[in-house]
């Protein structure tokens, strides 16, 4: 801490998981941290880059878990920024797609604190480029819609905008309520034989791949389990997905499941 | 050029525009590049960072411009690979979102070249960074929907989707056909006073953000006219977009109608 200096805080995006595919602007941002507030999801390779000089503490917030509130991670940011330090709060993927990065901009703005905010590529890229699939595709996938997972049966997604078949429909945080959302889908005209597949802990060691139908998805997730982050992916691109590197990666000894092509 | 070495070909994403916006990965991957086909879109800051014993070839693609046929592309490509040598093409943005990956990778492999694609920072989540924006927001901005500018004529819009009032609406590559997609949103039911902006330049020196409502950004977009890339969006979460660093920036003696707040 340099109390005589101007504290700040960088929201940083810190990609998908592999420490090689965070931006040179966010490594220098971590390189000049005091203090590094990071969630659950960052990876150990990305935490890697932390100096060790710099303190970090894990604000971990995950899906049906107990986790840190959002009104202790906000204070906390404010309290270290006011007091000198350079503070990074380092997220999964990009700060600005599902990342909270609006509210805790809003709260440490409001407090006199000054916020950068560095993007990051999101597991969408990240899930495409691993898996050999584009988001988008000429003619048959147009346009891309990205949600959330978690909708609270049902309640929080518009079904016409997710019934657009020239869509891709990456869905992110959680496939805990895609049985609901598949049928949602199917009720509202997607076909149930649409292809449909779940990228896992993409840009990790343990990644894998199930690439089946928008029917048979939920059923394959269920019965695969998964603690690490799951992106879900709905729509005619992705046809050309598949674990071209299964084999190169490091892996449990048990691989069950591993890459289903069903 | 090692014709007894294995060429390949990785499809890179260039991110927004500043240098230290590329991915780690996609630095290493241009510095042991042989050759570099680049985009018309990847900026000079970039470039830079391609080795000078590097050929570069300039394969631009521009919206109604002349510009390089995309068969052509792919066979310089793949003639390239097979000589020998590590081909990158550099692309702005992301390669998997409305960069045609899916049709250069599917032409190299056909031709037994092997390809990787590196991801990166797409345009949205680079604007929203830059002009203080979320792209999504608890409540007001629960999804994302990202399709193309250029829909000839609305041909290709989903305007069920793209109405849905809850989504942000990002229009990448060409605002021409603006005129005719604000229309259509209003007359299914977006309001004519939701925030929209266009964000110019995004990650340039130039950099400028237009403020606005979807009524009017049509034509105040005409009015300023831009060479540059001009990344659009439409939705409540545009609300909180301002360009706080405008006056930090260089930028050319006669800024008129730099950054509007309209």
Redesign the interface.
């Known amino acids: 801490m340099q109390p005589d200096r101007e504290g700040r805080v960088a929201l940083v995006?810190a990609?998908?998981g592999?420490?090689?595919?965070?931006?040179?602007?966010a490594?220098?941002a971590l390189e000049a941290a005091n203090v590094v507030l990071y969630d659950a999801l960052v990876t150990a390779d990305v935490l890697m880059l932390i100096p060790a000089c710099a303190r970090r503490i894990e604000v971990g917030k995950r899906g049906h878990r107990a986790s840190t509130g959002q009104d202790f991670i906000n204070r906390l940011m404010a309290r270290f920024a006011k007091a000198g330090a350079r503070v990074v709060r380092l997220k999964g993927g990009?700060?600005?797609?599902?990342?909270?990065?609006?509210?805790e901009?809003?709260f440490l703005e409001a407090q006199g604190v000054r916020v950068d905010?560095?993007?990051?590529?999101?597991a969408?890229?990240?899930a495409?480029?691993?898996f050999?699939?584009?988001?988008?595709?000429?003619d048959t996938a147009?346009?891309?819609?990205?949600?959330?997972g978690r909708t609270a049966r049902g309640a929080?997604?518009?079904w016409?905008?997710a019934a657009?078949a020239?869509?891709t429909l990456c869905l992110y945080m959680g496939c805990g309520d895609f049985d609901d959302i598949a049928r949602a889908l199917i009720a509202r005209g997607r076909a149930p034989d649409t292809p449909a597949l779940a990228a896992i802990d993409v840009e990790r060691p343990s990644a894998a791949l199930i690439k089946t139908t928008l029917a048979r998805l939920s059923g394959l997730l269920a019965e695969r389990g998964s603690d690490g982050p799951v992106f879900i992916a709905v729509g005619e691109?992705c046809q050309?997905a598949r674990d071209a590197d299964a084999d190169k990666r490091d892996r449990p000894p048990a691989p069950a499941h591993r890459s289903q092509q069903i």
């Open positions: 995006g990609g998908p592999a420490a090689d595919l965070i931006t040179l602007r490594l220098r990009d700060p600005s797609l599902f990342g909270r990065a609006a509210e901009r809003a905010v560095i993007p990051g590529v999101t969408a890229s990240a495409a480029a691993q050999g699939f584009s988001l988008t595709k000429r147009r346009r891309v819609l990205f949600a959330t929080a997604m518009d016409a905008a657009d020239e869509a691109a050309d």
